[in-house]
């Protein structure tokens, strides 16, 4: 399993948003922790209308370049945040769309991933509190609601990966661990936009809150841009509060490049 990597404590607040309205920034954003709130379930998640439309406004002000980079799948990302249409990258960088709405993903089918599904099915079913969240190409095993049940969690999708070697890893999230291919991260995903008309040259900035969050980190300050964690569970360079504390400084952000302040 991937390793959890903890970090001291949170640095310093967010960039100046007037700093970044001086150079050219490419915005690169988690979802769930970091644009919204952790919910009970991952489809009781919810992207109120505000936050909509400052994504929506950067969108434009920066030339298409925002990107949300989460463990969702692209398609879950597109109902969250209906009817708005972003680039992003999915299921930990497995899959991503560019800013043309081209979707990159390696060819690899679910199929391998069938035996795993039906085992957890069963499993998850006697255990209250855990809730399977299944995508395309990845499984997620949440405990939030039987945090008890870690150890359960973490057992269970180890028996479930056990068959399936190298291709797949398994790693820790808040709450969850989650069972994907190996070989992409957020790190790959942001890299892979970097070289694309609409982030190519663009100063990157990375919001995120949780451990799978470090690679987008380490990805943009080599890109020389600015990492900046989300709440008290991971620490970098830049720090924000909380979803409310990102939503306040992205509307500063837009603020700024729109020469309202």
């Not at 989460?70 to 899959?95: K, N, T, V, W, Y």
């Not at 945090?147 to 399936?164: F, H, N, Y």
């Not at 070289?195 to 990157?204: K, L, Q, S």
């Not at 690679?215 to 600015?226: E, I, K, L, P, T």
């Amino acid at each position: 399993m991937q390793q959890t990597k903890h970090a001291p404590g949170p640095t310093g607040t967010a960039p100046d948003p007037r700093t970044l309205c001086a150079t050219r920034t490419g915005l690169f954003l988690d979802v769930d922790g970091t644009l919204t709130d952790f919910a009970a379930t991952p489809d009781a998640a919810r992207i109120d209308d505000s936050m909509l439309d400052t994504l929506a406004r950067l969108h434009t002000l920066l030339g298409g370049a925002v990107a949300l980079i989460s463990g969702r799948s692209i398609s879950q990302l597109d109902r969250l945040f209906h009817p708005l249409r972003l680039p992003a990258a999915g299921i930990h960088g497995f899959e991503r769309r560019n800013a043309d709405g081209v979707v990159f993903r390696p060819t690899s089918g679910t199929d391998a991933l069938a035996p795993a599904r039906s085992k957890l099915r069963t499993l998850v079913a006697a255990h209250e509190g855990l809730i399977l969240e299944e995508k395309d190409h990845a499984i997620a095993l949440h405990f939030r609601g039987a945090p008890q049940a870690r150890g359960i969690a973490l057992a269970l999708l180890e028996s479930a990966a056990a068959d399936l070697g190298e291709t797949h890893e398994i790693i820790e999230g808040s709450m969850v661990y989650e069972l994907k291919p190996s070989g992409w991260n957020k790190a790959t995903a942001i890299s892979g936009f970097m070289h694309e008309p609409a982030f190519a040259g663009c100063v990157p900035v990375f919001l995120g809150d949780d451990v799978t969050d470090f690679d987008g980190f380490a990805s943009v300050r080599g890109h020389g841009g600015f990492d900046v964690a989300v709440g008290y569970r991971v620490s970098a360079r830049w720090h924000l509060s909380d979803p409310r504390a990102v939503h306040d400084w992205l509307s500063q952000l837009a603020r700024c490049l729109s020469g309202s302040t």
